[in-house]
Structures are given as C-alpha cells and as structure tokens.
C-alpha cells in the first residue's frame, strides 16, 4: 500500500474518531436562540414591544449581515497559531474601527442602536471564541458560520418581502375568509421570519462543533439548492469550495 494511500486512510480514520463537542455547540448556539425566542415573543405579543425595543430589534436584525461577512473576511487572517482569545481581540479590533467611523456619521442617533450592534458583536465573539485552539480548524468552522450567516439573511430578507407581499394580498382577497378563522395578520408578523432566521443561525453555529461537520467539512446551509437558490436571489459572485 502506497503512503498516499495511507495517509488518506489515516485521515479518513483521524475523521471518524471526532466527536461532538456538545458543550462548545451548545454556547456557540446560545446567543442566536436566544434572539430567535425574542422575536418569536415580539411575534406573539407585538402589543408589549415599544417603539425603541422594536427599533432595536431591527437593527440587531440589519447588523447581521455585515457582521457575517466581517466574520468571514477575518477568518482568512486566522492562520495565526494560538488560543482563541488573540482571534477575538483581532475580531474586536476591527469591528471596533467600523463601529467608531458608524458611531461618528450617526453622532447622536448612535445611543439608540448600541444595544443592538452589541447584541450583534457579542453573537459573532461567542462564535469567534468558542471556535477552538486548532487554526486552521477554528479557520473552516467560521468561514462555515460566516457562508451561512450570508445565506440565511438574505433568504431571510426575501422571506420578510413574500411575507409582507402575501399578507397584502390575503388581506384584500381574503379578508372574509380570515376573519372567519379569527387570523388577523399584522406587519409584526415578520418577527416569525426573523426568529426562524435566527433559529437556523443557531442550528448553524452548533453545526460546525459535531462530528458531521467534521466529516463534511461545510456548514449546515452550505447546500447546493440552498447556494443556488441564493445566488439567483440575490448573490452573484461564484462561490469556492461549493459543490
């Protein structure tokens, strides 16, 4: 047997014998399940949300998707060796720049959308740091989370505008039929779709700590259909790596 073949085999075995990480999962998962039972009680209970908590839960929501692809761009520069505090820092370095250069365009309008951005920074740290000591390891499991993250916002983004399109149109062909079943649909009702995104981010960021993930070797949402369906929705730059 050649040596090649060997090391493939070894590989292979190396593989098989990794196990999920439950704790590492389950606190990578939290943050973002903790968002989606926030928006799935907006959705249940619009008439408790104020103005700011519901300005605010929209701005956690918009801050996603630079966020992701922050994530993404930084975690080319993890082939730096060490624990996962240094990444952090780094992430925390840079993220600080652009929320300083945000903070100063907004000035006064800034206060308002802290908590939020926050919320968002603290999600992509515990990612960042719960990723684990191996670089190039900790490298796949962000860039994994990070090719979702994109993927499900802008699912996500389509999802809100069918939702919104879909309850205009049942409201004016359908209202009788509505009010029969006691359905009132209101524009609160795209919190369902938000917290269904953040429930898949949640699955995602779990995802990359399991066994499957290390045979796969892609995130969860990293799919063909899915990368198809994105692209033709919205993303039209090629993507490496994908099937």
């Known amino acids: 047997m050649s040596s090649q073949a060997i090391d493939r085999k070894d590989s292979a075995t190396a593989v098989r014998g990794e ?46 998707l630079p966020l ?9 520069a993890m082939y730096v060796e060490g624990p996962p505090l ?47 000591r191996d670089a190039a390891r900790a490298r796949r499991r962000v860039s994994a989370v990070a090719e979702d993250g994109v993927n499900l916002i802008i699912l996500a983004c389509w999802g809100i505008a069918a939702s919104l399109i879909a309850g205009v149109v049942l409201q004016h062909y359908a209202a009788a039929g509505l009010a029969r ?7 609160s009702d795209v919190a369902w779709v938000v917290a269904a995104y953040f429930a898949a ?26 990368n198809w369906l994105v692209k033709n929705l919205g993303r039209s730059a090629p993507r490496s790596g994908s099937d």
């Open 19 to 64: 196990r999920t990480a439950w704790p590492r999962a389950g606190a990578s998962a939290a943050v973002p399940a903790a968002a989606a039972a926030v928006y799935a009680l907006a959705a249940l209970h619009p008439e408790r949300v104020s103005d700011s908590l519901g300005q605010a839960l929209g701005v956690y929501f918009l801050a996603q």
């Open 68 to 76: 992701a692809l922050l994530a993404g761009v930084f975690s080319a």
């Open 86 to 132: 240094r990444r952090v820092l780094i992430y925390l370095a840079v993220v600080g720049a652009g929320v300083a250069a945000g903070w100063a365009g907004m000035k006064s309008e800034a206060s308002a959308f802290a908590p939020a951005v926050g919320g968002a920074v603290a999600t992509q740290t515990v990612s960042l740091l719960f990723a684990g």
């Open 181 to 187: 079943f006691g359905i009132v649909l209101r524009v």
């Open 201 to 226: 981010r949640a699955l995602s960021a779990g995802y990359v700590h399991t066994a499957a993930f290390e045979q796969r070797g892609k995130g969860v949402f990293d799919r063909p259909w899915i």
